[in-house]
């Protein structure tokens, strides 16, 4: 092997062309998913503008303006007017995600709609199922959870996106779709989706935080990888078409991990309290969010991920 002076690595870090020549990893914005919440009244965030709320018309005006920067894809979560034990706002036809898939649909048809499917933004207690005896009834839970994926999908959502963490619910959802005909209908699973203290702005704009306990005794360890190499291989076992880690950050390994490990592509969620943190950073003057953003970004995708869900998908089109 050659040794200095004859070898200068720094040779191709000289000049912004040349670095952008040889650069391994590159953001575009295809790769990218946006977040959006839907509610019976908008609501705005200023501190953490991705973090604010729609109405379903208002929805389809944001839509307006992301098509026109270039993004492709939306991830939806609703907030329904009324909660219930069973999350029946996640099921029902005429419900909050819904319509706004509905009215998407129609005025952006080559916009790529993708929707969350799970019940906590629609119970009364926030949990991800039905609760029986203090517990989460993981089999009971699987029929509304399947249930709300085929009327997501009969709304025109282009794929279905369980994250609720229940187990047998990716098989649960594929038989529910195909009996539907909708076997054309790809699964999104949240294979590996942590516990984690990075998801306190998501659920304040969702109105989805547990009433009781918390969501430990379903959602992952976040000290194990081996246990997400598991659930990744049962969902994609399963039927899962798309295999994605949450959040994206502190679990670049598992990323990596599942990169590695599976054929199938491999998403990752660039979360809440990720985007809050970098935002917060910059209002005092630490650092520069869009620096940082497009960092934080860019070790997503060279850790393995094929796409992110991210709050900053908006502001990255701009950038980019």
Not at 71 to 80: D, S
Not at 192 to 216: C, L, M, Q, T
Not at 270 to 293: I, Q, T
């Amino acid at each position: 092997m050659s040794t200095f002076p004859k070898t200068r690595l720094r040779r191709l870090r000289r000049t912004d062309r040349l670095r952008g020549l040889v650069r391994e990893t590159r953001l575009v914005l295809d790769d990218f998913v946006m977040p959006l919440f839907v509610g019976p009244d908008s609501r705005a965030n200023p501190e953490l503008p991705a973090m604010g709320r729609f109405s379903v018309e208002d929805l389809a005006r944001e839509a307006d303006e992301l098509v026109a920067l270039g993004v492709r894809a939306v991830l939806l979560f609703g907030i329904p007017e009324e909660k219930d034990e069973e999350g029946s706002g996640a099921y029902d036809d005429d419900g909050i995600v819904q319509r706004a898939l509905q009215a998407l649909r129609a005025r952006h048809p080559d916009l790529l709609l993708l929707a969350d499917v799970c019940l906590c933004e629609y119970t009364s207690h926030g949990h991800c199922g039905v609760i029986r005896e203090g517990e989460v009834a993981n089999d009971e839970s699987l029929e509304l959870i399947a249930r709300t994926a085929v009327s997501h999908a009969e709304a025109g959502a282009d794929a279905v996106c369980p994250s609720d963490m229940m187990d047998g619910r990716v098989a649960a959802i594929r038989s529910a779709l195909d009996e539907a005909g909708l076997e054309l209908t790809p699964i999104v699973a949240y294979a590996a989706k942590y516990a984690s203290a990075f998801y306190g702005p998501f659920r304040e704009a969702a109105e989805s935080a547990p009433s009781f306990g918390d969501r430990r005794g379903y959602q992952m360890d976040p000290a194990n990888v081996r246990e997400a190499l598991r659930e990744l291989a049962l969902d994609a076992s399963e039927g899962a078409d798309v295999l994605m880690v949450k959040p994206a950050l502190p679990y670049l390994d598992v990323i990596r991990a599942a990169r590695d490990r599976f054929d199938l592509p491999v998403a990752a969620y660039n979360v809440s309290g990720e985007y809050a943190m970098v935002k917060a950073a910059a209002r005092h003057g630490w650092l520069d969010e869009r620096a940082a953003a497009l960092e934080s970004l860019t070790a997503i995708k060279r850790a393995g991920a094929e796409f992110v869900v991210s709050y900053w998908t908006k502001e990255l089109a701009q950038w980019l």
